[in-house]
């Protein structure tokens, strides 16, 4: 071969290797991390996790309403991930929402969000993120939490994604979701929304009762089991954790001042004494968990305080002989999955005692306070400590036919 034929065989070798090789399709992920709330960024962590450790190459596409706040929360975690909010803008940039979150329905905003899926013009701000939906997504999976439900009627109406993706052959399934409240209304909406699902999991009996007569529809379990809680508890220098704990929120309370006095007499009830005893303050979402801290404060406690940040970075501060007040739902579960012991304390009527009833009904054994009845000890946590590992397993094969399919696209 002569010179100017060698040449024209590195060129012709050269243009075929920049040629674009053929893109995997992604994984679809609906959840809310970003805020940050420690649950939401926990429950899309270890599904990021066990994603990573059964195809570290997946890519990964996360829908949330606040992608910058997620990706910084979420990295390294799996080296493919991609943090975008198209379905969560397209749920309130729409006519039916302009700024009113307190609707009578969803199926309207559903319309809004279907019409923008089914034709690019339909809210063009976000025509690049439905062409990706168009064109690379291998699978819908709505992770789990409290963030679908009709107090937050745009958000519920993200379940369009995944009517719209079973229409376009595309299998969607939703693990350990938790949709109380529901008005009748919403209902009718869910109930259809989720009749092309290939699996519907949800984590407390109060939704499974309402949606009963969706097919492929499991009572089961949160998603913070999807790897056994394995590395999501401070394990460093454990023994100088506190004794006593306590996380409770200043949202969602009628009169935040009786719900933290009942804290306080519980805690003096448990035999703390002020100024000596040293509790610990867990703030799962930034500044509403701080109030108790400076109202405990005030009532000349020591206290050590956890910031949602030290959470995020070194796992929950939990030892088995730890005893826990908390209000909120994540540290109600973790801790007394532990061996810990506890109660909880309902902070309103409708949303947060389907939440603490789920604990109990995975295993919990911790006593509730009232604003009237104080517990004179604190409950038992989960007997059985295997049950970590139980549900994780639990979990995996709920979707293991899912995700089968999704690592053959």
Not at 69 to 77: K, M
Not at 288 to 294: A, E, K, L, T
Not at 353 to 375: C, D, F, T, Y
Not at 389 to 399: A, E, K, L, P, W
Request: aromatic letters at 10%.
């Amino acid at each position: 071969m002569g010179l100017l034929g060698s040449i024209g065989q590195k060129l012709i070798s050269f243009d075929q290797s920049r040629q674009p090789r053929p893109q995997r399709k992604a994984l679809y992920l609906i959840c809310e991390p970003g805020w940050p709330n420690y649950g939401d960024e926990l429950i899309a962590r270890e599904w990021l996790r066990y994603i990573s450790s059964i195809d570290p190459d997946l890519p990964v596409i996360l829908d949330c309403n606040r992608p910058g706040s997620a990706a910084a929360i979420l990295y390294g975690i799996h080296k493919n991930l991609v943090c975008v909010d198209t379905i969560a803008r397209l749920t309130f940039e729409n006519e039916f929402v302009k700024g009113n979150h307190n609707l009578e329905s969803v199926s309207e905003i559903a319309f809004a969000v279907r019409r923008a899926l089914d034709w690019q013009g339909g809210n063009p701000h976000y025509a690049s993120g439905v062409k990706l939906l168009e064109d690379a997504i291998a699978g819908v999976h709505y992770l789990g939490g409290g963030y679908l439900n009709g107090t937050w009627k745009p958000n519920l109406a993200r379940l369009e994604l995944g009517r719209w993706a079973t229409d376009h052959g595309i299998p969607a399934i939703a693990t350990g979701l938790g949709l109380m409240p529901l008005s009748k209304d919403d209902l009718s909406y869910v109930n259809a929304a989720f009749e092309s699902f290939d699996y519907v999991g949800v984590r407390d009996a109060d939704t499974y009762d309402a949606l009963n007569g969706v097919r492929n529809l499991r009572l089961d379990v949160d998603d913070c089991f999807i790897n056994g809680l394995e590395d999501c508890i401070q394990t460093d220098a454990s023994e100088l954790l506190p004794e006593y704990m306590v996380c409770v929120q200043h949202e969602f309370c009628c009169d935040s001042s009786l719900v933290f006095d009942a804290v306080d007499r519980t805690l003096k009830a448990w035999g703390v004494k002020p100024g000596i005893d040293l509790v610990g303050v867990v703030e799962c979402n930034p500044i509403i968990d701080r109030y108790i801290y400076d109202y405990l404060i005030g009532r000349g406690n020591s206290l050590r305080f956890y910031s949602t940040l030290e959470l995020l970075s070194e796992g929950l501060p939990v030892r088995c002989d730890q005893k826990w007040i908390s209000s909120r739902y994540h540290p109600h579960l973790i801790a007394s999955s532990f061996g810990c012991s506890g109660a909880f304390i309902n902070v309103d009527e409708e949303y947060y005692p389907i939440k603490q009833n789920a604990v109990l009904r995975m295993g919990s054994r911790w006593n509730e306070i009232s604003l009237e009845s104080i517990p004179e000890t604190p409950g038992f946590g989960f007997e059985d400590l295997d049950s970590r590992n139980r549900y994780r397993d639990r979990i995996r094969s709920s979707v293991s036919d899912f995700y089968k399919r999704i690592l053959d696209c």
